[in-house]
T-cell receptor, first 110, second 115 residues
Framework: EDQVTQSPEALRLQEGESSSLNCSYTVSGLRGLFWYRQDPGKGPEFLFTLYSAGEEKEKERLKATLTKKESFLHITAPKPEDSATYLCAVMDTGRRALTFGSGTRLQVQP | KAGVTQTPRYLIKTRGQQVTLSCSPISGHRSVSWYQQTPGQGLQFLFEYFSETQRNKGNFPGRFSGRQFSNSRSEMNVSTLELGDSALYLC??????????????FGPGTRLLVL
């Protein structure tokens, strides 16, 4: 059974204070690892898809990396508008369904 | 390009009733998946439809069902509602199978409250 564990559960940063969110996963075969951002009362917003170990993707202040057992979402010089819950999900080769972690609630204070 | 749309956005029902939720995928997307999000269980996969056929199913009781139409629009139905069915129901669409086409884009969700 696929499993995704995200840490920390919650993170409070000062504006400009860089940090990383962790996503550890267990799958029989990785079809893809996905990062989403979710604001309260809204649907998840797609950020990145990673397919193989060593892959990296960047978008503005965010950078996602992937190893065979975990993924990191690095946030560089965050701003208050980066405050949200960040969700990690995996899709295995046997089934087209996303298995989500419980998310990291990020709060960036000005 | 318009995103995934879901209707209605909010619903209040009583135990024992049934409910139908609707999802219109992004134009050109052929796969639609449904998820349930609750504070206790997080996001859980319900089912996926592609070319009007259910391709995958999550671990939910038979009270949860769905269908997809020829224009890729999808509906899900929950019969004999229970209090525990109160949740945010999310629809996600993707282009198709294979590679980058499998990234799922989510709609705003339908908030269901069962009293």
């Amino acid at each position: 059974e696929d499993q995704v564990t995200q840490s920390p559960e919650a993170l409070r940063l000062q504006e400009g204070e860089s940090s990383s969110l962790n996503c550890s996963y267990t799958v029989s075969g990785l079809r893809g690892l996905f990062w989403y951002r979710q604001d309260p009362g809204k649907g998840p917003e797609f950020l990145f898809t990673l397919y193989s170990a060593g892959e990296e993707k960047e978008k503005e202040r965010l950078k996602a990396t992937l190893t065979k057992k975990e993924s990191f979402l690095h946030i560089t010089a965050p701003k208050p508008e980066d405050s949200a819950t960040y969700l990690c999900a995996v899709m295995d080769t046997g089934r087209r369904a996303l298995t989500f972690g419980s998310g990291t609630r990020l709060q960036v204070q000005p | 390009k318009a995103g995934v749309t879901q209707t209605p956005r909010y619903l209040i029902k009583t135990r024992g009733q049934q409910v139908t939720l609707s999802c219109s995928p992004i134009s050109g997307h052929r796969s639609v998946s449904w998820y349930q999000q609750t504070p206790g269980q997080g996001l859980q996969f319900l089912f996926e439809y592609f070319s009007e056929t259910q391709r995958n199913k999550g671990n939910f009781p038979g009270r949860f069902s769905g269908r997809q139409f020829s224009n890729s629009r999808s509906e899900m139905n929950v019969s004999t509602l229970e209090l525990g069915d109160s949740a945010l129901y999310l629809c996600a669409s993707s282009l198709a199978y294979g590679g980058n086409q499998e990234t799922q884009y989510f709609g705003p969700g339908t908030r269901l409250l069962v009293l």
